[in-house]
């Protein structure tokens, strides 16, 4: 796989991004819908894939909208589909028309709006005060349980529906709406969102709540283990863990300082071979979890500039030992990075160079750059699931993968579009810096 590191400040490394060669694609508005946060399921029916956003009503209550997707093949012949994936419909002249040559994902049914009773609020003052205003529940995620059960996560809320046809409940593990807990309670914030959970193989969930920094927080990473009913116990973080992520204040890239770090998706089970190596079983040694988080840089207003796109690896067995993270923050082949210019974003890329200087020769100048394009938008990827067509893994492996095996991202762009990438697991797992592991406990005796 060759993947390209474009370096946004010549004067430092670390302001650089690799870019891997798949591209973002865009994701049909053609049913009443909303337009961000975009979050995707691999459907277990001939359809490819459930899509869960947010819709903001007339009355401002958020709610969640159900629609069933498929993908057409569109290229410029498209009667010769042999590089379409399974499950992909050769284009038709009206997915041409509304999506274009390029391809992408539309509704396949119509929409299922679901609704999520309202609990009672227990905080809503000072800067949360204006939530108030806005009822329902914020920023959705959707995954498969280890169970074969499609879950849906609202703030520190669980719900879940039938493979098949999703609505809510009832199914084994969550039979109605359950409130997840943090304990003691007392280590709650007034909101609290972006928790994901891991599936191990024995069968247990855990709730991963937070990446905080253990050297510029007394909270650090937290994780617990589900008792059931929705209850937790406490933190279970080993104690000895040395932190993996680290606050960027003294970044020398005046565009990165400041930056803060959120989890952004659910977790992913991987399988560290082939799915092809008939020779490799899953293992303590070989599989590991991994998801996208973000870490957020803000403007001189100090509103959200950019969010950056990583990925970390634990350990797929308590107590999930960070394992390592992306080394620099990663984009597709058609994203730049928002907050450097055209010729920031290209600065050490061969093919542009070639465009720039045979700019310069025609007009005897250097401006306009005349380079590679600028695509940078305001994204942010809130989901990730295994692509469709695994119909031998059954239910209870939709969340289980392999190296070569692709993973679909739900990407939201500037809060008024959405759109999808499709790019296999070991790419968005190459090129981390690892973490450093556990503290050695001193045997020397003072004194």
């Known amino acids: 796989m060759d993947l390209h590191t474009v370096t946004a400040n010549p004067e430092s490394q670390s302001g650089a991004f690799v870019q891997v060669p798949n591209t973002r694609e865009s994701i049909y508005q053609s049913c009443p819908s909303a337009e961000y946060h975009p979050k995707h399921l691999a459907h277990p029916s001939k359809f490819n894939y459930t899509r869960v956003e947010d819709i903001l009503e007339s009355n401002l209550h958020i709610i969640a909208l159900l629609v069933r997707e498929s993908i057409p093949y569109c290229q410029q012949d498209r009667d010769r589909c042999e590089h379409a994936r399974e499950g992909e419909r050769p284009c038709t002249q009206d997915d041409l028309l509304n999506i274009g040559p390029a391809g992408g994902m539309r509704c396949a049914t119509s929409p299922v709006l679901l609704r999520v009773p309202p609990t009672p609020a227990e905080n809503c003052e000072g800067k949360y005060g204006d939530i108030i205003d806005i009822p329902g529940f914020h920023d959705p995620r959707v995954f498969w349980s280890g169970r074969g059960e499609p879950l849906m996560m609202v703030n520190t809320q669980l719900l879940s529906s039938s493979p098949s046809n999703p609505s809510l409940g009832p199914l084994k593990s969550y ?21 994901m959970l891991f599936f191990t193989i024995s069968g247990e969930s855990y709730i991963h709540y937070d990446l905080s920094n253990p050297r510029r927080s007394d909270q650090g990473r937290t994780f617990a283990k589900v008792i059931g009913g929705g209850l937790t116990t406490v933190n279970l973080t080993d104690p000895l863990e040395l932190p993996c992520i680290h606050e960027n204040d003294e970044e020398p890239d005046k565009a990165r300082t400041g930056g803060t770090w959120h989890q952004a998706t659910n977790s992913l089970r991987l399988i560290l071979c082939t799915r ?40 797929a067995f308590p107590p999930f030992g960070m394992i390592g993270i992306s080394q620099h923050p990663i984009l597709m082949a058609n994203e730049t990075a928002l907050g450097w210019s055209a010729s920031d974003n290209w600065d050490d890329d061969a093919a542009n160079a070639k465009l720039v200087a045979e700019t310069k020769i025609r007009n005897g100048t250097s401006d306009p750059f005349g380079g590679k394009d600028y695509w940078a938008h305001f994204t942010y990827t809130v989901s990730i699931a295994y692509a469709w067509g695994r119909h031998k893994d059954g239910l209870e492996g939709k969340n289980v993968g392999y190296l ?9 762009i500037d809060d008024n579009g959405q759109g999808f990438a499709r790019v296999e697991a070991r790419d968005l797992v190459q090129c981390l810096r690892a973490c450093p592991g556990r503290r050695m406990r001193s045997t020397m005796r003072a004194g």
Request: hydrophobic share 35%; glycine share 4%.
């Open 175 to 195: 039979p109605h709406l359950t409130e997840l807990t943090r304990n003691p309670a007392n280590t709650r914030g007034p909101v609290e969102k972006n928790w």
């Open 404 to 412: 070569d095996d692709e993973v679909v991202l739900g990407i939201g």
């Open 276 to 315: 092809s190596d008939t020779n490799c079983k899953p293992s303590v040694d070989n599989t590991v979890f991994f998801a996208a988080v973000h870490r957020k840089i803000e403007n001189d207003y100090e509103l959200p500039l950019r969010y950056e796109r990583f990925f970390v690896v634990w350990s």
